[in-house]
């Protein structure tokens, strides 16, 4: 089956500083990944979606300029969360979506914690 | 905002004893999935019904899907203690291609 690789899986940052979470699809291109961000014992809630060489479409409520999506290739999209603060400690999962559209793949999720 | 509302919040059984999960959404659908989620780790994908089945199955687990009351059910037969974790259904919204989590049910097997 498709496999998502998120990276890293957990991070330790001060606040104020800028983490750079990746999201890779290895084994098919991916046009569209998806970023989500789920606090303890809660579902996840969408963020974002990534479009491969265009601008990121972000949910309501979403700070566009905080959180700052590249998806620069078919492979690879890169969530940037800038000036971190301990309110951003979650944990964040991405999703890619196959060549027909029809499944999406998870990675493993990446803990930030904001101390 | 949320796709997907399931019941129960939180369900806790005796090992043997089958779990039965229900979600339930709001607009049309491609395909609906459930995934499992052990505590702070990543999702595990279990099953993907589409738009245009009623039933599936795989291994111990069961899933139906009624398209005409938008809902779904996940049964899970003989349960044992490792399923422990919490079950999320997603669904695949008709006309776009986000996958919209429902708020889970938190899943407790006893030993």
């Known amino acids: 089956g498709a496999v998502v690789s998120q990276h890293p899986s957990w991070v330790i940052c001060k606040s104020g500083t800028s983490v750079k979470i990746e999201c890779r699809s290895l084994d098919f291109q991916a046009t569209t990944m998806f970023w989500y961000r789920q606090f303890p014992k809660q579902s996840l809630m969408l963020m974002a979606t990534s479009n491969e060489g265009s601008k990121a479409t972000y949910e309501q409520g979403v700070e566009k300029d905080k959180f700052l999506i590249n998806h620069a290739s078919l492979t690879l999209s890169t969530l940037t969360v800038t000036s971190a603060h301990p309110e951003d400690s979650s944990f964040y999962i991405c999703?890619?979506?196959?060549?027909?559209?029809?499944?999406?793949?998870f990675g493993q999720g990446t803990r930030l914690t904001v101390v | 905002s949320q796709q997907g509302e399931e019941d129960p919040q939180a369900l806790s059984i005796q090992e043997g004893e089958n779990a039965t999960m229900n979600c339930s959404y709001k607009?049309?659908?491609?395909?609906l999935q459930w995934y499992r989620q052990n505590s702070g780790r990543g999702l595990v994908h279990l099953i993907l019904?589409?738009?245009?089945?009623r039933e599936k199955h795989s291994g111990r687990l069961r899933v139906t899907l009624d398209t005409s009351k938008k809902s779904s059910s996940l049964l899970i037969t003989a349960s044992r203690a490792a399923d422990t974790a919490s079950y999320f259904c997603?669904?695949?919204?008709?006309?776009?291609?986000?996958?919209?989590f429902g708020a889970g049910t938190r899943l407790f097997v006893k030993a």
């Open positions: 997603a669904t695949d919204v008709t006309g776009g291609f986000k996958t919209i």
């Open positions: 999703s890619a979506l196959t060549g027909r559209g029809t499944e999406a793949f």
């Open positions: 019904i589409r738009s245009n089945e």
């Open positions: 607009t049309s659908i491609n395909n």
